[in-house]
């Protein structure tokens, strides 16, 4: 089976500063997706990036990007330029591309972000 | 945007009671879940769906039951709600797996 962990509970960072959140995972597939998701307070989950594990190019989105390293099993979150609405927690996802139909996402336990003025 | 639906953001319920957690998509979404959320735990799946009337159990479904009659609403039903229960609900829906839709999450206490 499948597992994602999150080693970090919780993390600070000071406004404008660099952040990176890691995520491990493992799995004997290998055809897969990884996604990252946020859920500030008011507790929506928001997908922040997402990455296909046949694509050697690692996913960016503005300020967010990810350092995706297929054999080490390791997909870790890189907040630049961090700002106070980054505050969240932040999860990291699996989800098999070879059992389709299903679409069932395996999560982390998750990291709080603060976010320093 | 997609939207998905939770009925109640907060709900207090009392121990042996049936509590049904209502979730509404408006995209025409196959595949809906409901996961549970538990600090140190993360999200963990109770059930989901990826038709209509189709249901598949998730990692703890003990306690749970679900229902999709149309394909737009699947509820989340506690036959008999018990204070393990307590907890953060969340609903969501996807396209092919492309990425979740969520709702915005029922935080239930069950006393």
């Known amino acids: 089976a499948q597992t994602v962990t999150q080693s970090q509970p919780e993390m600070s960072v000071q406004e404008a500063e660099t952040v990176t959140l890691s995520c491990t995972y493992d799995?004997?597939?290998?055809?897969?997706?990884l996604f990252w998701y946020k859920q500030p307070p008011s507790r929506q989950m928001i997908l922040v990036i997402r990455q296909e594990a046949y694509k050697q190019q690692n996913a960016t989105e503005n300020r967010f990007s990810v350092n995706f390293q297929k054999a080490a099993k390791s997909f870790s979150l890189k907040i630049s330029d961090s700002q106070l609405g980054d505050a969240a927690m932040y999860f990291c996802?699996?989800?098999?591309?070879?059992?389709?139909?299903?679409?069932?996402?395996?999560f982390g336990t998750g990291t709080r972000l603060k976010v320093l003025a | 945007d997609v939207k998905v639906t939770q009925s109640s953001r907060y709900l207090v319920k009392r121990t042996g009671e049936k509590v049904f957690l209502e979730c509404v998509q408006d995209m025409d979404h196959e595949n809906m879940f409901w996961y549970r959320q538990d600090p140190g735990l993360g999200l963990r799946l109770i059930y989901f769906s990826y038709d209509v009337k189709m249901k598949e159990k998730g990692d703890i479904p003990e306690g749970y039951s679900v229902s999709r009659e149309k394909k737009e609403r699947f509820s989340l039903i506690l036959e008999s709600a018990s204070t393990n229960q307590t907890s953060m609900y969340l609903c969501?829906?996807?396209?092919?797996?492309?990425?979740?839709?969520f709702g915005s999450g029922t935080r239930l206490t069950v006393v």
């Open positions: 996802a699996y989800r098999s591309a070879i059992t389709p139909g299903t679409y069932k996402y395996i």
């Open positions: 799995t004997s597939e290998s055809d897969y997706y």
């Open positions: 969501a829906s996807s396209y092919q797996g492309y990425g979740y839709t």
